[in-house]
């Protein structure tokens, strides 16, 4: 399954790399352009005005930042669940996608602002300022507890994408997915971090954000085959039986329609 999924990734990013390449652009406009915004920031406020408002400013840009970023990987989100499941897209519709995507990309970009925001303030005092075994012991505490949140905040965007949940549902099921795939889980965030190799020395413009929503979409996708074919098995009532699951079955179709992509049709298309 894995190795099927490893493939399907590579070549919907590859069948798929003009909009790929534009996604991660508009990241990469977007982040060098909140960068020196918020370092302008840094060097203008203390000179001008109270030190409340300084950190106001910063933290304004920075929350505004993460929703930008969330509307941007949340549009590209609609357009990775159509390449999951085999359908064609249009470059277009990435742009025209975004109006539907601001209520859940706002609130998203929103929770990992405040979570993030959270976490600076409380690992600096911890670590930092604090030197008692119990602030040490509250900050490794804290720490476990934004590990878990990312790897379930990973399927997040995928849900959104596949299912179309509201928020508070999303929310619930990336944690659900997390708990019971714990070890998937932590395997597709490796990879996400093996991939920010490549994302350096492309400059970002691939396999980056958008290469990642794609693999993430498709990781999810067939897991959950897992659910439905648990659904259909009732019977299957232990822990033992219910880890049973028939892979290479649940897949054949995904994998028939794939096909098998030799070397020649990624270079030569037009001559398959």
Known sequence: ?????????????????????????LCLISGFGFFFLFMWAVKLVPESGPEFM??????GIYVFGCIHFSILAFAYGEQAAKIANFDGIKILDYFTGMPGVLKDATLFGLLIAAVSLVSFFAFDFYFL???????FFAGSLLFWVDVFFLLALQWFLPIRSLMHNNFA?????????????????????????????????????CPSVAGMLIANTNALRIRLYKYDYLEEHPELKTKKERRQIPWEELIYDDRETLGPRKLKSFLFPWKE
Do not use: E, R
Not at 54 to 59: P, S
């Open 169 to 205: 549902k999303c929310l619930k099921k990336s944690f659900l997915i997390f708990f019971d795939n714990t070890g998937y889980s932590i395997f597709w965030f490796l990879h996400n971090v093996v991939m920010l190799i490549p994302s350096i020395l492309m400059f970002g413009f």
């Open 129 to 135: 300022q604090s030197t008692s075994l119990t602030a």
């Open 54 to 59: 300084h950190y106001a400013l910063l933290i």
């Open 1 to 25: 399954m894995y190795g099927f999924i490893l493939k399907k990734n590579f070549c919907d990013g590859w069948d798929n790399l003009l909009s790929v390449v534009i996604t991660n652009a």
